[in-house]
């Protein structure tokens, strides 16, 4: 079973790598925002999971930590209906900042899942089922990233309302910090917060 490959990229894909190793390329399914960052012709290494397919035969999924592949391989044994893509397309999302959405499954928020994350709601509440329990049984990288939506839990409400504006989770989330920073209370109304951080956007 091949569990590691370290090689040249041949052909960095949207969803996938084709890895050269000892003179063999292997076409490797990855995250999206990691297959983004590969470029033709430079060294990567991933962690390596093998999938049986009966139309595809072995097909291989690469992942750029080990705790990826921990929080991949939990997504497709834990939520019901969930193949190695689907999970692949979970995991995509959920290294968007998997110590906050460790936080959101843990804490149960359906809002962060949706807004930061861009899961529905359907799906927010099938991974908070599904995971609520298990989540301590991975390692969890980095630091959370949305302090205002913990400091406030109100907040994932404002989150939410700007990214259905169209503006992006990052965007949103850089308004809400420059408020926090100005005082915003938390007995304020959603309204006026939501007000407040679209002046900030538009300035």
Not at 116 to 145: C, H, N, P, R, Y
Not at 155 to 176: H, P
Request: glycine share 6%.
């Amino acid at each position: 079973m091949i569990a590691y490959l370290t090689g040249t990229v041949l052909e960095a894909r949207e969803e996938s790598v084709v890895l050269v190793c000892g003179g063999v390329g292997y076409e490797i399914n990855l995250p999206a925002s990691s297959a983004a960052e590969l470029t033709q012709g430079t060294q990567a290494s991933f962690y390596v999971a093998e999938s049986i397919s009966p139309y595809d035969g072995t097909v291989l999924y690469g992942f750029a930590h080990k705790e990826d592949k921990e929080l991949w391989s939990l997504f497709k044994t834990a939520i019901p209906n969930t193949g190695p893509k689907k999970a692949l397309e979970y995991l995509n999302k959920a290294l968007r900042s998997v110590a906050d959405f460790h936080h959101a499954i843990v804490a149960r928020d359906p809002k962060i899942l949706t807004s930061i994350f861009g899961f529905t709601a359907k799906t927010a509440e099938k991974l908070i089922t599904s995971l609520k329990d298990k989540m301590d049984s991975v390692s969890i990288q980095g630091e959370t990233k949305i302090k205002v939506a913990n400091e406030v839990p109100y907040m994932s409400g404002v989150l939410e309302a700007l990214t259905a504006l169209g503006y992006s989770a990052s965007e949103s989330r850089r308004a809400l910090e420059k408020l926090h920073t100005r005082g915003v209370k938390s007995t304020e109304k959603l309204e006026n917060v939501v007000k407040e951080a679209l002046r900030v956007l538009t300035k």
